[in-house]
């Protein structure tokens, strides 16, 4: 009977971790380590009329960024403008 007891509640704490790593790895955009998610809007108007490889600069509350038109990285999709060192996703 107390192993079941142990067995059960190792189980419950098992899933709430499980569920609670779920839930950060969705609020910071699904994947670990990044932001992660769609480009801001801005990023993809600053690319509406250039190329693929064309400098870009987008203004945001977070300040002006310059970088470069990339397309995402399957080739499907919208050019958004990429910061210097950074990759799609």
Same mark, same amino acid.
Not at 52 to 80: D, N
């Given at each position: 009977?107390?192993?079941?007891?142990?067995?059960?509640?190792?189980?419950v704490?098992?899933?709430?971790?499980?569920?609670?790593?779920?839930?950060?790895?969705?609020? %910071? /955009?699904?994947?670990? !380590?990044?932001?992660?998610?769609? *480009?801001?809007? &801005?990023?993809?108007? #600053? @690319?509406?009329?250039?190329?693929?490889?064309?400098?870009?600069?987008?203004s945001?509350? %977070? /300040?002006?960024?310059? !970088?470069?038109?990339?397309?995402? *990285?399957?080739? &499907?999709?919208?050019? #958004? @403008?990429?910061?210097a060192?950074?990759?799609?996703?």
């Amino acid at each position: 009977m107390k192993s079941k007891t142990i067995a059960s509640t190792l189980f419950v704490v098992m899933a709430a971790l499980s569920i609670s790593a779920c839930s950060s790895d969705n609020q %910071r /955009g699904g994947k670990r !380590g990044g932001s992660g998610g769609k *480009p801001p809007a &801005e990023a993809f108007e #600053a @690319c509406a009329s250039k190329s693929e490889g064309q400098s870009c600069t987008v203004s945001s509350s %977070r /300040g002006e960024m310059s !970088g470069t038109c990339k397309a995402p *990285p399957k080739g &499907e999709g919208e050019l #958004a @403008c990429v910061p210097a060192g950074k990759r799609p996703k």
